[in-house]
């Protein structure tokens, strides 16, 4: 299976959690991990497995370099029926008016483009005593089991 992780961040939060999740993923998949700035919406397949982590800044937005991303499905609306995602949010229930608001406007704009989502969105509050990875990584576990069992 190829699994794309691909991660929205200011100081780097999402991108070690992605990094965290592959390592715990061990061998036998192909995987990638890069900022979601870096891709384009058409660049998204039906052979990849998508894990998205992102954070949470300004009055509920996504980090600077993810919202070109989220812009071009806002404004062009491609189809994405092909895609399969999972999504983990970051957030900080000090700001609890827009808890985690990057990864809720991001995972309801994919699945408005036809994007299919795999189990419940993660969240993790920077408040918490439990750290990202603690929380992330169990949530990735299981995302997986449902991932390859709707495969099968
Ligand atoms: C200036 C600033 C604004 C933030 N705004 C929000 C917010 O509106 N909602 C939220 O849930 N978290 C907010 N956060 C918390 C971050 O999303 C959280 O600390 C996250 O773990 C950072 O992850 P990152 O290092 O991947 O960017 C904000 C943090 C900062 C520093």
């Not at 992605?18 to 998949?29: K, Q, R, S, W």
């Not at 603690?134 to 709707?150: C, F, N, R, S, T």
Request: charged share 25%; proline share 5%; glycine share 10%.
């Amino acid at each position: 299976m190829n699994i794309h992780f691909l991660y929205g961040t200011e100081t780097s939060t999402a991108e070690i959690l992605c990094e965290d999740i592959e390592a715990d993923l061990g061998d036998g998949f192909d995987t990638t991990v890069t900022s979601i700035g870096d891709i384009d919406p058409s660049d998204l397949d039906g052979e990849t497995f998508y894990f998205v982590v992102t954070s949470t800044y300004g009055n509920g937005d996504l980090p600077m370099a993810a919202q070109p991303f989220f812009d071009k499905l806002d404004a062009n609306k491609p189809d994405l029926t092909h895609v399969k995602f999972a999504i983990f949010g970051l957030g900080d229930m000090v700001f609890s008016e827009t808890f985690a608001f990057g990864s809720k406007i991001l995972m309801e704009k994919l699945v408005e483009c036809g994007a299919k989502m795999v189990g419940e969105r993660g969240i993790h509050d920077a408040s918490s005593p439990d750290l990202p990875e603690d929380v992330a990584v169990p949530w990735a576990q299981e995302i997986m089991g449902l991932a390859k069992a709707q495969a099968a």
